[in-house]
């Protein structure tokens, strides 16, 4: 039985930068005990939740609450802070992550201690909805921030997740490529696109070039066989991929 009523999501990229090597981003490996994408690797993200739709309506943004839910699942998943101000020490957000995790809503902690939460630092750059089709479809803002000053060490902080780690585009999409992880077909389709880039700003330019797209794929039949296939014109080199092998979630 399809579900299908999409779920509000939201996902953030975060880029870090280096010196003579290209940039690093912040990915998750989750639990092979879960339902949606069990065992791939993806950015940290997850649902909207009611308390992020209430915080995220006193950001006069129009997509406040993704922003906020995108904010507190990577501080949820990996206790890495972005567009925190002013930024936490690790310490504090290590005391944040166990605080959300325990229920805390992330409005509370902010006024408790001191903190605000910066809209500007986050650049929505997508939106990806999959077809009717999908066994589970969330309908998911991607979002894209530059890492925060300093080495952050990412925590595991819930059973969704069995890893994190800082990798380059390329080096995860050789491990796809190799069998020793595996992505799923939004994730690749991103992926493909940032490692294009040496750095946060030229993914930035990327980002403006293109103005925020749903992407809704579809099944199209060519040369005798099915892909899942994307809009072209949008940022993606590429567009299309044989359904036999995509991992849809």
Do not use: K
């Amino acid at each position: 039985m399809f579900e299908r009523s999409p779920i509000p999501a939201a996902t953030l990229v975060i880029v870090r930068d280096r010196t003579g090597a290209p940039p690093e981003l912040l990915m998750v490996e989750r639990a092979s005990t879960m339902v949606f994408a069990a065992g791939m690797m993806v950015f940290p993200g997850g649902r909207i939740d009611p308390g992020d739709m209430d915080l995220g309506n006193q950001l006069n943004e129009q997509a406040g609450s993704a922003i906020v839910a995108a904010v507190r699942e990577t501080l949820e998943e990996t206790a890495v802070p972005v567009s925190l101000h002013p930024l936490p020490s690790p310490e504090l957000a290590l005391e944040l992550q166990r605080a959300l995790l325990a229920g805390a809503p992330l409005g509370d902690l902010l006024t408790e201690h001191r903190l605000t939460l910066d809209p500007t630092a986050i650049t929505h750059f997508t939106r990806w909805l999959p077809p009717l089709d999908a066994p589970r479809r969330f309908d998911t803002w991607f979002f894209l921030a530059a890492a925060p000053p300093g080495e952050w060490i990412p925590n595991v902080g819930e059973e969704e997740n069995r890893s994190a780690e800082w990798l380059t585009a390329a080096d995860a999409l050789e491990r796809d490529r190799t069998g020793t992880a595996g992505l799923i077909f939004p994730t690749r389709c991103n992926l493909v696109r940032l490692a294009q880039h040496d750095n946060f700003a030229a993914m930035l330019a990327d980002v403006s070039a293109y103005p925020p797209t749903t992407i809704s794929p579809w099944i199209e039949e060519r040369d005798g066989g099915r892909w899942l296939t994307i809009n072209d014109g949008v940022g993606y080199p590429i567009t299309a991929e044989l359904l036999a092998s995509a991992r849809r979630g």
